[in-house]
């Protein structure tokens, strides 16, 4: 056994790891931080009753499923759980992929909002103080046609007054189009958040 817990110890100070007045410190240098994705369901669950977008599908073998937004009273939600290896002085970058459900210009812009609350579990309401931001991303000249993809990002600030993120947290966020004024309706595909993680 003492032979195991040296063996860690080796290990530990090879790494940069040291104590101080009974602390353990570890030296910045050997810490690794590396980018990650983690995908985000859509299901049927997510749809907020009559103001829910709808099903729609784009192109055959394979027919793209999704939920089509036309309208901006359509809504629907997304939850993220914030990983315990976050780093956690770094926003989270929360992506929505789309196709366009017809051809556009140009130029236009696809504008998209989010409210969110962030709950710890055993600590918060999710009825707390919301949070709100927009986004948007434009339409390039080589990709103006029907079906053509996008991914939209909304970047969620770590240390928001109302909603600061912390590790394990539960990310609750809404979601509806800001309006159609440049771009028509869209059909969101999937979705994922990316975070910096410490290895």
Known sequence: MWKSLLAVLVVLVLLGWSTENGKLIIDSDSISITHKSYSIALSEINQPG????????????????????????????????????????????????????????????????????????GVDAV??????????????????????????????????????????DLVHMEIHRTDLADCGGVIVVAADAHTASIL
């Open 50 to 121: 009559a103001n829910a977008p709808t099903k729609a599908t784009k192109g055959t073998t394979p027919t793209i499923n999704g939920w089509l937004f036309d309208n901006v009273n359509e809504k629907y939600q997304l939850v993220f759980h914030v990983p315990d290896n976050w780093n956690a002085a770094s926003d989270v970058d929360v992506g929505l992929y789309v196709v366009l459900n017809q051809a556009e210009t140009a130029g236009d812009v696809i504008d998209w909002t989010m409210d969110y609350v962030v709950a710890t579990p």
């Open 127 to 168: 009825t707390k103080t919301s949070t709100t931001i927009t986004t948007a991303e434009t339409i390039l000249e080589g990709c103006a046609g029907d079906a053509c993809a996008y991914r939209v990002t909304f970047v969620l600030d770590y240390g928001d007054a109302d909603n600061p993120i912390e590790r394990e």
